[in-house]
C-alpha cells in the first residue's frame, strides 16, 4: 500500500525566510496529492493540490513541485511570517476513498 | 456554521464503556472520511463513506469499531468496550464527492479520554 514519509519533525526558521517541507511517496505514483495545514487543536485545512503531470502549482505565498523521478513532493512558503507557524500535512487519497496522511511537519517561524 | 460538526468536543469515559461520536457532514458532500490521531502522530485512515455505504472496512482497528452513516448525511462511530489506547482525536471529515481529488473539510474533532 501507499506509504507517505514527511522530513524530520519540526522545522525551525527565521521570518521572510523560505520554508521548504518535504513529502516522499512509495510505491505507485499517486495521480495527485494534497498539502494540509493543522494547527493545535483543529482538524486540517485544505491548502493546494497538485496533479502528477503539474511540476509547479502556486497559490499567494505558497508553491508545491511534483517530482514523479524523485517520488517527491515540496511544499514552500516564501516571506514566511509567524502566523505560518502550524503543522503541515501532505495526502494521497485513492480512487477507492483510501486516504494516506504523512505525520507532518511542524513548522515554526520565528520573529 | 457551514461547516464539518463533531460532537461531543470532548469526552472522558471509563474503561469498558462504549463511546458513540457523531459528525454532520457539510451539506450536499457525499462523502465522508473518519480519521483517528493520537497525540502528536499523524492521520489514521479508519473508514469512508460513499453515501450510505462503507465499501472498504479495513481500517477499524477492532472489531469493537463500527460506523454508520444514514440518509447519506450523519454518521457515528461507534467504540464498544473502550480500552486505554482508544484514547486519541478522532477527526471527521466531508468532501462533495470521493477521489483523489477532493480537497477534505475536517471538523475539529472528538478528544476521547478513557480512563
Known amino acids: 500500500s501507499q506509504k507517505i514519509e514527511q522530513n524530520s519533525e519540526a522545522l525551525n526558521i527565521q521570518e521572510g525566510k523560505t520554508a521548504t517541507l518535504t513529502c516522499n511517496y512509495t510505491?505507485?505514483?499517486?495521480?495527485?496529492l494534497q498539502w494540509y495545514r493543522q494547527d493545535p487543536g483543529r482538524g486540517p485545512v485544505f491548502l493546494l493540490l497538485?496533479?502528477?503531470?503539474?511540476k509547479e502549482k502556486r497559490k499567494e505565498r505558497l508553491k508545491v513541485t511534483f517530482d514523479t523521478t524523485l517520488k517527491q513532493s515540496l511544499f514552500h512558503i516564501t516571506a514566511s511570517q509567524p502566523a505560518d507557524s502550524a503543522t503541515y500535512l501532505c495526502?494521497?487519497?485513492?480512487?477507492?476513498?483510501?486516504?494516506?496522511f504523512g505525520d507532518g511537519t511542524t513548522l515554526t517561524v520565528k520573529p | 456554521g457551514a461547516g464539518v460538526s463533531q460532537s461531543p468536543s470532548n469526552k472522558v469515559t471509563e474503561k469498558g464503556k462504549d463511546v458513540e461520536l457523531r459528525c454532520d457532514p457539510i451539506s450536499g458532500h457525499t462523502a465522508l472520511y473518519w480519521y483517528r490521531q493520537s497525540l502528536g502522530q499523524g492521520l489514521e485512515f479508519l473508514i469512508y463513506?460513499?453515501?450510505?455505504?462503507?465499501?472498504?472496512k479495513s481500517g477499524l482497528p477492532s472489531d469493537r469499531f463500527s460506523a454508520e452513516r444514514t440518509g447519506g448525511s450523519v454518521s457515528t462511530l461507534t467504540i464498544q468496550r473502550t480500552q486505554q489506547e482508544d484514547s486519541a482525536v478522532y477527526l471527521c471529515a466531508s468532501s462533495l464527492v470521493g477521489g483523489p481529488r477532493q480537497p477534505q473539510h475536517f471538523g475539529d474533532g472528538t478528544r476521547l479520554s478513557i480512563l
Open positions: 497538485i496533479r502528477e503531470n503539474e
Open positions: 463513506f460513499q453515501g450510505n455505504s462503507a465499501p472498504d
Open positions: 510505491n505507485y505514483s499517486p495521480a495527485y
Open positions: 495526502a494521497h487519497n485513492t480512487n477507492a476513498g483510501k486516504s494516506t
